[in-house]
């Protein structure tokens, strides 16, 4: 079952501007992490943030997490079109095992 | 580096046909997962193995059956491929979940792309 929620579905920005993006969710979470979608492709983690954390960085990649309002962004800085994808944000489950995953926000970055 | 590889990447079937999906991890990771992502839904829990021969439900296993013999291998089957089992396939695979009860990262395959006319 869905739990994580992002926002935008769609968003167009152009080279070296940020992108932001959110994700909401439900239930309490242990971790929530963010992958990245080239079209057709597989999905590719990019990072993960803890419950007990608050911000984490990865490169141009900037994470928040607020638990209590349920939601964490991505930030990803001065963007590329390389950076052109899908965005997901997963949290855990109730399994222990699996991940629930957002519809992700598609980000065309134009050159 | 990391590598989860799946058997095709397009595959086109017939209705009624019984459709197999390879899905190979050379990471030795316990957990392996089959989703499906259609436009519109998002990635969508099949089944998942967390142990060889063992699997569980996810959120659409039905019409599906997967097989787990090797720990490196998880095949999910189409007994009776249907129309509305077009769509694109992923695998994935990650450690065994830490005993804190945080889920590990998970590691994708390129998908596999299957159209079933």
């Known amino acids: 079952s869905q739990q994580g929620e992002e926002d935008p579905q769609a968003l167009s920005i152009q080279e070296g501007e940020n992108a932001t993006m959110n994700c909401s969710y439900k239930?309490?979470?242990?971790?929530l992490q963010w992958y990245r979608q080239n079209s057709g492709r597989g999905l590719v983690h990019l990072i993960l943030?803890?419950?007990?954390?608050r911000e984490k960085h990865s490169g141009r990649l900037r994470v928040t997490l607020d638990t209590s309002k349920k939601s964490s962004s991505l930030l990803i800085t001065a963007s590329r079109a390389a950076d052109t994808a899908s965005y997901f944000c997963?949290?855990?489950?109730?399994?222990?095992?699996?991940?629930?995953f957002g519809k992700g926000t598609s980000l065309l970055v134009t050159p | 580096d990391v590598k989860v590889t799946q058997s095709s990447r397009y595959l086109v079937k017939r209705t009624g046909e019984k459709v197999f999906l390879e899905c190979v991890q050379d990471?030795?990771?316990?957990?392996m997962f089959w989703y499906r992502q259609d436009p519109g839904l998002g990635l969508r829990l099949i089944y998942f193995?967390?142990?060889?021969?063992?699997?569980e439900k996810g959120d659409i296993p039905e019409g599906y059956s997967v097989s787990r013999e090797k720990k490196e291998r998880f095949s999910l089957i189409l007994e009776s491929a249907s129309t509305n089992q077009t769509s694109m396939y992923l695998c994935?695979?990650?450690?065994?979940?830490?005993?804190?009860?945080?889920?590990?990262?998970?590691?994708f395959g390129p998908g596999t792309r299957l159209l079933v006319l």
């Open positions: 994935a695979s990650s450690l065994l979940t830490s005993g804190s009860g945080w889920q590990e990262t998970q590691y």
């Open positions: 943030i803890r419950s007990n954390e």
């Open positions: 193995s967390y142990d060889v021969k063992m699997k």
């Open positions: 990471m030795d990771h316990e957990n």
């Open positions: 997963a949290t855990d489950s109730n399994s222990g095992y699996a991940l629930n």
């Open positions: 239930t309490s979470i242990n971790n």
